[in-house]
């Protein structure tokens, strides 16, 4: 214990390093969200059959979306969360680069999902790193 008040500088260095770097470590929780890179996205979906909830405009959702993605927008949004039975598995939620996510988190959080996943960035990183999206 001497050791360490004698070198209390030393460990709180190391204590901001290790803090640095959980949060620049590509996966960060906020408010019970995890905010995750394309790549985690698509390792979340192939391991955990993860449920996409695209939050975009049906317009947006047209143009493009992540395969398997259902698009709930705010009016549908409680139904749609009620009718896909979520409770058991992860879910992915993706908006536009400036989309909130915040009332789907609530939501799926009265739904008693465990894991909620947004992509970050919004589907305009998805777009960046060349991952496919299907058209409707």
Do not use: C
């Not at 949004?77 to 879910?91: F, R, W, Y």
């Amino acid at each position: 214990m001497e050791f360490v008040l004698a070198n209390w500088q030393l460990f709180a260095g190391v204590a901001l390093v290790a803090a640095v770097l959980l949060a620049s470590s590509g996966v960060a929780s906020l408010g019970g969200v995890i905010q995750a890179t394309p790549a985690q996205i698509v390792q979340v979906i192939n391991q955990d059959k993860a449920q996409v909830i695209d939050l975009r405009s049906n317009l947006a959702f047209a143009e493009g979306h992540l395969i398997g993605a259902v698009n709930l927008v705010d009016d549908q949004l409680e139904a749609g969360i009620k009718k896909l039975k979520l409770a058991d598995k992860p879910v992915i939620l993706v908006a536009d680069i400036r989309g909130s996510t915040g009332a789907a988190t609530k939501m799926l959080k009265i739904a008693e999902v465990s894991k909620i996943y947004q992509l970050k960035g919004g589907l305009q990183s998805w777009s960046d790193e060349q991952l496919p999206l299907v058209t409707s």
